[in-house]
């Protein structure tokens, strides 16, 4: 009967930043009408006018995804009449992609421009189009980490580190982390959008056998 190894299981982390080359777009219309109808053309009519300005700025047809549509009753509460019906909110939520950095800023300006007062900026996330190389680097970064502290922890055993038993990628690799920001310029100007750095995180857990 042959016995188990000795072994140690050892989880390291790894992280990788590179600068980033897609900015993806929390873009929303929000309109606010006496009539649900009302609320609900104006609506499509300024999401349509911003994705043509989007399209016009060379963003194209699979970079621009709609990701919410809703249309609700707005109810406030008068005393001795209950709950009443104030009026409709309409709203869409558009995500972008957008692969020109520099020109960011302006296209963003120009959407805010063509959507006015029912615009909405809900956010945005920095990334790549291709986090393959990125990826990598993050993960080799967490098998070092997870080598180096297993080494230590053989050597504190009286041991020697042998073969890796297996290998099992962690849930902490995830997606790239903006290291970003956005500063507010003349308020007649575009914001100004930093790109700064971006930063993929992965995490391994490895088991090794502990030879003597």
């Given at each position: 009967?042959?016995?188990n190894?000795?072994?140690?299981s050892?989880?390291?982390?790894?992280t990788?930043?590179?600068?980033?080359d897609?900015?993806?777009?929390?873009l929303?219309?929000?309109?606010?009408r006496?009539?649900?109808?009302?609320a609900?053309?104006?609506?499509?009519?300024?999401?349509?006018?911003i994705?043509?300005?989007?399209?016009d700025?060379?963003?194209?047809?699979?970079?621009?995804?709609?990701?919410?549509?809703?249309?609700?009753?707005?109810?406030?509460?008068?005393?001795?009449r209950?709950?009443?019906?104030s009026?409709?909110?309409?709203s869409?939520?558009?995500?972008?992609?957008?692969r020109?950095?520099?020109?960011?800023?302006?296209?963003?300006?120009?959407?805010?421009?063509?959507?006015g007062?029912?615009?909405?900026?809900n956010?945005?996330?920095?990334?790549?189009?291709d986090p393959t190389?990125v990826?990598?680097?993050?993960?080799?970064?967490?098998w070092?980490d997870?080598?180096?502290?297993?080494?230590?922890f053989?050597?504190?055993?009286?041991?020697?580190l042998g073969s890796a038993?297996?290998?099992?990628q962690?849930?902490?690799?995830?997606?790239?982390v903006?290291?970003?920001?956005?500063?507010?310029?003349?308020?007649?100007?575009?914001?100004?959008?930093?790109?700064g750095?971006?930063s993929v995180?992965?995490?391994?857990?490895?088991?090794?056998?502990?030879?003597?």
């Amino acid at each position: 009967m042959t016995e188990n190894p000795r072994s140690i299981s050892v989880t390291g982390s790894g992280t990788a930043e590179a600068a980033p080359d897609l900015l993806t777009l929390s873009l929303g219309v929000e309109c606010r009408r006496p009539g649900v109808d009302a609320a609900y053309r104006d609506a499509a009519r300024a999401s349509s006018a911003i994705t043509a300005v989007l399209r016009d700025h060379g963003v194209g047809n699979p970079d621009i995804t709609t990701s919410g549509l809703n249309v609700r009753a707005e109810v406030s509460w008068q005393e001795g009449r209950g709950q009443l019906i104030s009026g409709y909110v309409a709203s869409s939520t558009l995500a972008v992609r957008l692969r020109d950095l520099p020109a960011a800023s302006g296209l963003i300006a120009a959407a805010v421009a063509t959507g006015g007062d029912d615009v909405r900026l809900n956010g945005l996330e920095f990334g790549f189009a291709d986090p393959t190389a990125v990826q990598a680097q993050a993960r080799e970064a967490a098998w070092h980490d997870a080598r180096t502290a297993a080494e230590h922890f053989a050597s504190l055993a009286g041991a020697r580190l042998g073969s890796a038993l297996s290998v099992t990628q962690q849930s902490g690799m995830g997606p790239p982390v903006p290291l970003a920001a956005m500063q507010r310029a003349v308020a007649s100007e575009p914001l100004t959008v930093e790109a700064g750095g971006s930063s993929v995180t992965a995490a391994v857990a490895v088991v090794w056998e502990l030879l003597d």
